[in-house]
């Protein structure tokens, strides 16, 4: 009932830049939070970043200063703009959204978006 659409991946060297988008949409009734998260071959998902529906950030340490997250509240999206990109920013990205759902009685529900492949060479 709900979708994440991303887009914005793509190969590029290292030193270059990205930027990542996701636009929700579907049954959803508010957004408590979006964020990023990242997962290499070989190892756990981990969070890149995240923005509440208030504007607050928080950011892994392994991107501060060289990535920036935001969010558009009346499309329902967020972006994550990567500058100076390193190689061991390879992996698939994806989207994450917490709503609040009509459909499990306004409780706070989690979805996923597809991924989106961000490879860096060195």
């Known amino acids: 009932q709900v979708q994440l659409v991303e887009s914005g991946g793509g190969l590029v060297q290292a030193g270059g830049s990205l930027r990542l988008s996701c636009a929700a949409s579907?049954?959803?009734?508010?957004?408590?939070?979006m964020g990023w998260f990242r997962q290499a071959p070989g190892k756990q998902r981990e969070l890149v970043a995240r923005i509440t529906s208030g504007g607050r950030t928080n950011n892994a340490d392994s991107v501060k200063g060289r990535f920036t997250i935001s969010r558009d509240n009346a499309k329902n999206t967020e972006y994550l703009q990567m500058n100076s990109l390193k190689p061991e920013d390879t992996a698939v990205y994806y989207c994450?959204?917490?709503?609040?759902?009509?459909?499990?009685?306004?409780?706070?529900?989690?979805?996923w978006g597809q991924g989106t492949q961000v490879t860096v060479s060195s």
């Open positions: 579907g049954n959803i009734f508010s957004i408590n939070a």
């Open positions: 994450n959204c917490n709503v609040r759902s009509p459909g499990y009685g306004l409780g706070y529900v989690d979805y």
